[in-house]
């Protein structure tokens, strides 16, 4: 078996992990965040989300955190657009990339963005043409592509529909999400598969929520495939305001231990990526979830001591 040599981390902590948070963070706490996981040496980073204030009033403040942030040469930031105004008040804030996000279940889509899977490409069919007018990549997730906390099971033709109405609008890259981390490694394979028939290895990533504690092994398993790319959550933080009970994304500071076990190169420093978050963490008030997190801070306070 021969591994990827090198993968990218597509850090998706103060999207997906602050959307999901009850206590307010403010802009300025988001904005350290940013500044550290790109010290961190993230060179992908999904920053906040252009979706209806009322529905995720957490994200509310998303041109304010893109206006303050210090970009990073080198780095690319993305936002969340839902829809063709998401996008509009995107472009004002110069993202890099732009995130649509289908559902591989009707019930899914319905509860998630208020409208049926057909309707969410007739949304972004326009908005996919008018981000590459402006250069804009735009990734696309599949979400509920392992499960979906409505429906249940999700065959494998469910995702590879969704998959191919995303390659017929334009979509640049397929992520394959498991919204509510029930997947197992052998179906996340398969779920992978169906989207390699219709993007390449490198358009394609995993987005391993880790609900039931699979992830990381999810994250191994397409790793046997070749695939990459991953999204993952600092800290673990994160989850969905529509998959009530489904937790944080897999951590990026345990993805990052397994590559580096594993030989592979991310860029991306442990030292200073459990720093970040630790610093959010005390933002919001509680202890590093994240097991290597744990680790590496009980090592320092064990070094530390007298
Ligand atoms: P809607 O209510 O159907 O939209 O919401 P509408 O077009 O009927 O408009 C209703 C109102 O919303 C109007 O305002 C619009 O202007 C406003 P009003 O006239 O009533 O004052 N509106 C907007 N405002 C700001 N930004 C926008 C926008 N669009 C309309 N973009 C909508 C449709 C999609 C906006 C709504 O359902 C929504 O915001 N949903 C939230 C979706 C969301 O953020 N979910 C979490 C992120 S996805 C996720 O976590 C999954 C992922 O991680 C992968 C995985 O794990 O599965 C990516
Ligand atoms: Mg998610």
Avoid at 8 to 19: F, I, N, S, W
Avoid at 211 to 234: C, I, K, P
Wanted: net charge negative; proline share 5%.
């Amino acid at each position: 078996m021969v591994f990827p040599e090198r993968v990218t981390l597509v850090e998706v902590g103060p999207r997906d992990g602050l959307q999901n948070e009850a206590r307010p963070v403010s802009a300025a706490d988001k904005i350290a965040l940013v500044h550290a996981l790109q010290a961190a040496g993230l060179r992908h980073i999904e920053v906040t989300s252009f979706v209806s204030p009322r529905w995720v009033p957490q994200m509310a403040d998303n041109a304010e955190v893109m206006a303050g942030m210090a970009r990073a040469p080198g780095v690319r930031y993305a936002v969340l657009t839902p829809n063709m105004k998401g996008l509009e008040a995107a472009l004002a804030s110069r993202p890099d990339e732009v995130v649509v996000f289908a559902a591989a279940t009707e019930a899914f889509s319905q509860r998630n963005i208020n409208c049926s899977i057909d309707e969410s490409f007739e949304r972004f069919r326009p908005l996919v043409a008018e981000a590459h007018r402006h250069g804009i990549k735009v990734r696309g997730a599949v979400s509920c592509a392992l499960g979906c906390p409505y429906q249940g099971e999700v065959s494998g033709d469910e995702v590879e529909r969704v998959v191919r109405l995303m390659k017929e609008v334009g979509v640049d890259h397929c992520g394959v999400a498991d919204t509510i981390g029930t997947g197992t490694p052998r179906r996340v394979q398969q779920a992978l598969e169906r989207a390699l028939r219709h993007y390449s290895l490198g358009e394609v990533s995993g987005h391993f929520h880790d609900t039931w504690g699979q992830a990381l092994a999810n994250v191994y398993a397409s790793l046997e495939m070749g695939v990459h790319t991953f999204d993952a959550s600092v800290g673990g933080l994160g989850g969905c305001p529509y998959a009530k009970g489904a937790t944080g994304n897999v951590a990026t500071e345990d993805v990052l231990y397994l590559l580096d076990g594993l030989g592979i190169e991310t860029g991306v420093d442990l030292e200073r990526l459990v720093d970040a978050a630790a610093g959010i963490s005390q933002a919001l008030g509680r202890p590093v979830a994240s097991r290597v997190g744990r680790a590496v801070l009980a090592r320092r306070e064990r070094s530390a001591a007298p």
